[in-house]
């Protein structure tokens, strides 16, 4: 069964420094998600992405937050300065139509620690 | 806004016992209501979705529009269904799934 993957699984790096989480969502899915878990909380939506656009996003996904599909099948998620509270595991998702008809194919996360 | 609230963070039953997983929404309009779930060491999954009026796995859903709620529901809880299980709605204008908090479900031998 075909599955989203999400690479690195961790991601450590300092204050202030810049990264991406990269995604390979499901060849034939037509939208794109990325979440994110702060340790010990709920999962948090922070963006849609569908036609090569930004369709929905959240109050969390702010200017330092950038999202891309640089080609045909990679998805990333880049933090430009990355703060501690960014801590997080970030979840990428992808659906074939749209989230209230599909259900939503998850990755297995990247756990980015800023230190 | 839309809300999801699961009141619970952990439900802890004996095998064979009844499950009731709840969850209350609060969204003015029509919402699509899911339950996804994860087990230990896999990633988040659907396991069902109201419009469906399924049952997956023993699992039943009903909405209840008078109570804003979509509690999951098993008559008889097996071990394998220890998970952490998340309620999420998707309202008819926005394109995101908004989660609930969770609830750990850990059923005892």
């Known amino acids: 069964e075909p599955e989203v993957t999400q690479t690195p699984s961790h991601q450590v790096t300092q204050m202030g420094q810049e990264v991406i989480l990269r995604c390979v969502p499901i060849s034939n899915h037509l939208y794109f998600y990325w979440y994110r878990q702060i340790l010990g909380q709920k999962v948090e939506f922070l963006v849609s992405?569908?036609?090569?656009?930004?369709?929905?996003k959240s109050e969390i996904f702010d200017d330092q937050f950038s999202v891309e599909r640089p080609d045909g099948s990679n998805f990333t998620l880049k933090i430009r300065s990355t703060k501690l509270e960014d801590s997080a595991m970030y979840f990428c998702a992808s659906s074939e139509g749209g989230p209230g008809w599909s259900p939503l194919h998850f990755g297995n996360g990247t756990r980015l620690t800023v230190t | 806004a839309q809300r999801v609230t699961q009141p619970e963070k952990l439900l802890s039953v004996f095998k064979g016992a009844p499950v009731e997983l709840k969850c209350n929404y609060s969204y003015s309009g029509s919402p699509e209501l899911f339950w996804y779930v994860q087990y230990s060491r896999q990633r988040l999954q659907l396991l069902l979705r109201?419009?469906s009026r399924e049952s997956i796995k023993g699992f039943t859903a009903d909405l209840n529009k008078g109570e804003t709620s979509f509690h999951l529901k098993k008559p008889f809880a097996q071990e394998e269904d220890s998970a952490m299980y998340y309620c999420?709605?998707?309202?008819?204008?926005?394109?995101?799934?908004?989660f609930g908090s969770g609830t750990r479900l850990q059923v005892q031998p």
């Open positions: 999420a709605l998707v309202d008819t204008g926005r394109r995101a799934l908004t």
């Open positions: 109201h419009i």
């Open positions: 992405f569908y036609n090569n656009e930004i369709s929905e």
